[in-house]
């Protein structure tokens, strides 16, 4: 039979485009019945970004069964325009871009093989199932976030539309989630939940998957959030499909591409940790977008001395005050730091710029992660077996937090409703040394019950993509479905 033909459309960020693409690879993998091509636009404000997706197309066909494709964005983002919201309206400025590669990529294969079965869209992409209708093909919605996040925002769709339900903006009050046992307290949503311009376009969008998508297909697995994956089984959604982790784990190649500079950066670092003693040295790292003001870097710096404990620490610079622009390296760390703090910590301490995350995860030396809690970086940390300490920033990071530390206990506190300020180089608030310290030292406790859950469910992360596990499982039931729906 001819091959399945999808049109995967992933929002164009590093957050998002990473989980695509390898769910993109488990899908191949699982099913030599599929051809993916993929449309990655081009957006301004991210130059390596841009490059990676130069790079990605110059070296399509991916194995032989993914394409790249990358599309034009001129879309113009005013100053003045709520980022949550440009967001949205990125992605509906690119629908005529997306409908003319696919109109491309159909006339380029006439009536040979693949033949066009649905497209597979990033959930802030929902405007492309208005796409995917045109071309009467189905539309499956890939969630990069947790099934937890996905439920909430469900659910306050629910709340909106059927029983007209606002949301407080009291940070004192809690919120009763049918997929969580914890009520969740309204200071750790999302500033686009809060936001009452921005929420109404994301639950609309929500509104539109709940209505015309054919599934729901989530970067998790059964054994990490059985409640939240529970709540969307139900018949007024359309199927879930928890198929994860979709996660980098492969360490070489590719992991970063950064070319023979970072090569040698990560050869160094993992050279450190290689003369460190097994899981004893705490990693800290923030995202691409994640970065402190200098008061917060000096508590950071009391609290790795004082605690004694050995430690990886990647420091990125904060773009000057009102730039809209991604962290940068340090030409030199004693632009914020004291020489005499790296003459103090020299024999227990490392400090870098870009990590490799994924390898520095992956080493024995790692007994611990103070991270960011974006959801990769979550699996990331989960399949590796590495426990986490919570510092969110951004998004739906402190939701994300929440659901670690409370209702999953694979997690321990750090912080849960920090908010990062983009237009500040100041922090909005500072986190005391005292408080970094005693989390370190609890993060690192060799038989505490976090780290005994960490290690359970890093195992069940293994199992549920074997044969015969749950993700292995749902990955063949979205592959039938997918395949016995084609026109």
């Known amino acids: ?25 488990l899908l191949v993998s699982h099913d030599d019945r599929l051809h993916i091509t993929m449309l990655i636009s081009r957006v301004p404000f991210d130059a390596t970004f841009v490059a990676y997706i130069d790079s990605l197309v110059a070296s399509s066909p991916m194995s032989d069964c993914i394409d790249f494709v990358s599309l034009p964005c001129d879309y113009v983002f005013a100053p003045e325009t709520n980022h949550n919201v440009a967001m949205t309206l990125l992605m509906d400025h690119q629908k005529t871009h997306v409908k003319n590669a696919v109109t491309k990529l159909i006339q380029a294969h006439g009536d040979k093989s693949p033949r066009l079965a649905g497209f597979v869209v990033d959930q802030l992409c929902s405007a492309m199932v208005d796409v995917a209708n045109g071309f009467r093909v189905p539309t499956y919605v890939f969630f990069t976030v947790s099934a937890g996040f996905v439920s909430l925002m469900f659910h306050l769709q629910t709340l909106r539309d059927e029983e007209f339900a606002e949301l407080t903006n009291s940070p004192d009050a809690e919120l009763q989630l049918p997929s969580f046992v914890n009520s969740v307290p309204a200071r750790i949503l999302p500033e686009a939940v809060l936001d009452k311009a921005a929420s109404q376009l994301f639950l609309n969008n929500y509104r539109k998957v709940r209505d015309q998508a054919k599934g729901i297909i989530v ?31 492969i360490v070489g190649g590719d992991d970063d591409l950064v070319g023979s500079r970072g090569n040698n950066q990560k050869s160094e670092i993992i050279a450190w940790l290689d003369d460190q003693p097994a899981s004893s040295v705490v990693f800290l790292c923030f995202g691409n977008v994640g970065s402190f003001g200098d008061c917060q870097l000096k508590e950071i710096a009391r609290a790795l001395e004082s605690s004694g404990m050995r430690f990886l620490w990647s420091l990125r610079k904060r773009p000057s005050s009102g730039q809209d622009v991604l962290p940068s390296g340090y030409t030199d760390f004693t632009e914020v730091l004291d020489k005499e703090f790296f003459d103090r910590t020299a024999a227990i301490g490392k400090i870098i710029g870009w990590a490799p995350q994924v390898a520095i995860l992956a080493h024995p030396a790692i007994g611990g992660f103070v991270s960011h809690c974006g959801w990769n970086s979550v699996l990331e940390s989960l399949r590796l077996g590495v426990p986490i300490a919570t510092w969110p920033l951004y998004a739906e990071q402190q939701f994300n937090a929440f659901e670690l530390v409370k209702e999953l206990g694979v997690a321990v506190e750090i912080k849960l409703d920090y908010v990062m300020d983009f237009k500040s180089e100041k922090d909005p608030t500072v986190v005391s040394a005292q408080v970094m310290e005693a989390t370190i030292r609890r993060l690192l406790e060799h038989d505490s019950d976090v780290r005994k859950r960490v290690k359970d469910i890093s195992e069940k992360s293994k199992k549920a993509l074997m044969d015969g596990g749950s993700s292995h499982t749902v990955l063949n039931g979205l592959i039938n479905d997918v395949i016995d729906s084609m026109p």
């Open 1 to 25: 039979m001819k091959k399945a033909e999808l049109v995967f459309v992933p929002f164009p960020f590093w957050s998002h485009l990473t989980p695509t693409i390898e769910f993109a690879k």
């Open 219 to 249: 970067n998790t697995f059964f054994e990490l959030e059985s409640g939240a994956i529970q709540f969307l089984s139900d018949d007024k959604f359309p199927t879930v499909y928890p198929v994860g982790p979709a996660v980098k784990l």
